[in-house]
C-alpha cells in the first residue's frame, strides 16, 4: 500500500477502514471461537451438515473434502468440491455447522446460476492480473512521473474494487440460503440458529471491510494522480 509521508488522504480515508477491517478480523475469529464451544443437539458434524443443505437443495455431485488450515474453508467450483478446515469438518458445533452451510450455499449457487456468482467467475482474470500489478505500476509511475502508468493501474486497481463489490452479495446470499435450510430442516434449533447467523455476519463484515479499504484506497489513488 502506497504510503506517503504527511499524506492526509491516507490519513483521513484509508486509515479509518483499515481499523475497521481490523475489528471485523477480530470479531470473526472471536464469534468464531464462543460458538465453536457451544454443540449442537442433532450431532451433526459441518461435514454432514454440509451435505445435508446440499440434498435438502437439491444439488448433487459436490464432494465435501477436508483441508488444512484455519477458517480456509470455501467453495471450489473448478472441482465441485467444497474443502472445510480441520476446525469445521469434523466439529459437531454451532460455529462449524454454520461455517460448512455457507460454503454448501455457493455450491448451491454455481448449481443454480446464481447471476453475481457468474460475474465474479467471468471478472477473476483481470482481478487477479490487477492485485499483483496495479500497485507496482502506480508506484514506477508516481516515481518518473508517467501519468499514463499510473492510470493504467489504477483501472487494474479498480478491477480488484469490482470484484470485491460483486463478491458482497454473493457472500451475503450464500448465507441466506444456509440458514433458511439449517432452519427448515431443523439442523439448527432456536438459539443454534441465532449463533450461527452471528459467526456468518462477523464473517461477512470481514468482506465489507476489505471493500472499504479498496474503495478508500482507489479514491486516494485518483486524488494523488489528479494532484501529479
Known amino acids: 500500500m502506497l504510503f506517503m509521508p504527511f499524506d492526509p488522504l491516507f490519513l483521513v480515508l484509508v486509515l479509518p477502514t483499515m481499523i475497521f477491517a481490523m475489528w471485523a478480523q477480530h470479531r470473526v475469529s472471536s464469534s468464531f471461537k464462543q460458538y465453536s464451544q457451544k454443540r449442537i ?15 435438502q437443495s437439491g444439488v448433487h455431485g459436490v464432494r465435501v473434502e477436508k483441508v488444512g488450515g484455519h477458517l480456509t474453508d470455501h467453495f471450489d467450483p473448478r472441482d465441485n468440491v467444497i474443502r472445510l478446515s480441520e476446525s469445521v469438518y469434523d466439529a459437531p458445533t454451532v460455529a462449524a455447522v454454520g461455517v460448512a452451510a455457507h460454503e454448501a450455499g455457493h455450491a448451491i449457487q454455481y448449481a443454480n446460476g446464481y447471476a453475481p456468482m457468474k460475474v465474479r467467475a467471468a471478472i477473476i482474470p483481470v482481478t487477479n492480473i490487477g492485485s499483483k500489478l496495479a500497485m507496482p505500476l502506480i508506484l514506477i509511475g508516481l516515481i518518473m512521473g508517467m501519468t499514463g502508468l499510473i ?64 474503495l478508500a484506497q482507489l479514491i486516494r489513488l485518483v486524488a494523488l494522480s489528479r494532484r501529479r
Open 41 to 55: 443437539l442433532r450431532g451433526l458434524t459441518g461435514a454432514q451438515a454440509a451435505e445435508e443443505v446440499l440434498r
Open 151 to 214: 492510470n493504467i493501474g489504477i483501472i487494474l486497481f479498480g478491477a480488484v474494487v469490482v470484484f470485491q463489490l460483486v463478491t458482497l452479495p454473493v457472500e451475503f446470499n450464500a448465507s441466506r440460503r444456509a440458514i433458511s435450510v439449517l432452519d427448515s430442516s431443523s439442523i439448527l434449533t432456536g438459539d443454534e440458529i441465532e449463533g450461527s447467523k452471528r459467526v456468518l455476519t462477523a464473517a461477512a463484515l470481514t468482506y465489507v471491510g476489505a471493500l472499504a479499504v479498496s
